[in-house]
């Protein structure tokens, strides 16, 4: 026989209803979105890494200050003695070599104690101040490498061109630090992959060891904030989301390149390229120029950038160009007495 309610009964249930789900006592709740897991980051070096690296604080604060605050600095190491509170976890070992880092395995330990997702790495001084071979090192370089990808595929690395050092011991170290810097960018293009970028980080340039060590080699307070200076850019390009069109917003611009010659001589001339941020709401955090130069043009030279090949990028520290703003690199070419008027196309990009 098939029931009818009655109309006051319906009534009254419908509402006892609407107070259980008012208060929760139809079942759980939706789970609540997990929150996103920090941005892991490990400092990776020696002592100017680790003993203290006060460099490191003064990253860890540009960081924070720019809103970049769901980040973790990891390492086995937690030296604190530097004037602002920061994370100070890293991998920064005093006296260590990277050579002698990948020879006997240390790195997959520290690695699987603490699962960074970027790695920060200056390291190879003490490598070039005990006069090893720039292949040797390289080759160091890139089993660590190999074994950050083997523990996380997506590894992103961020590789410094060492800071200069000039301890009284050791006469030849400057030379020998810049001919290992030289060599860095064409490994580092060797070995980047699209799913585990390897970037370049110009820490040598406009870097001074009478002005910004205290001993020739280890950091000052002037060296800390130069060093802290070209990591923030590489550094925060990766923990940019990059959702376009957000005024300010790192990494979501557009660029381009106007080149004009300095001067010329027979065999060569002096060129000059002015990079502008083309965006008026965005920021750009990362820019590189291909130059296209005459028939028997050769680059010989480049400051205030990173060259690879034909292909000249930011230098870290004027990467970050705010919008309509603009920054300058030049270089030096030889080139054939045929070549005729000094001249280059240069098509640029932006990230």
Known sequence: MRSRRHPLLTACLAALFALAVGFGLTGAPPAAAA????????????????????????????????????IDFVGTLNAQSCALTHDADNEGHGGFLATTTADQNLLPGWLAATAPDIVVMHFGTNDVWSSIAPDTILAAYTKLVGQMRAANPAMKVLVAQLIPINPSSCAECAARTVAFNQRIPAWAQGITTAQSPVSVVDQWTGFDTATDTYDGVHPNASGDAKMAARWYPALSA?????????????????CSAAFRAVSAWQGGYQGEV??????????ISSWAVTLALPAGSRLTQVWNGALTGT??????????????????FGFVASTSDAAGTPSATAPCSAS
Do not use: F
């Open 274 to 283: 002015t990079v502008t941020n083309t965006s008026s709401t965005a920021a």
């Open 238 to 254: 990766l923990l940019t989301p990059g959702d376009p069109g957000e005024p300010g917003e790192p990494g979501s611009g557009g």
């Open 311 to 328: 292909t000249v990028r930011d230098a870290g520290w004027n990467g970050t160009l705010t919008p309509g703003a603009s920054t300058t």
């Open 35 to 70: 929150a996103a897991a920090p941005v892991r980051i490990m400092p990776l070096g020696d002592s100017i890494t680790g003993s203290p690296g006060c460099w490191r604080s003064l990253l860890w604060d540009q960081l924070q200050n720019a809103g970049y605050t769901d």
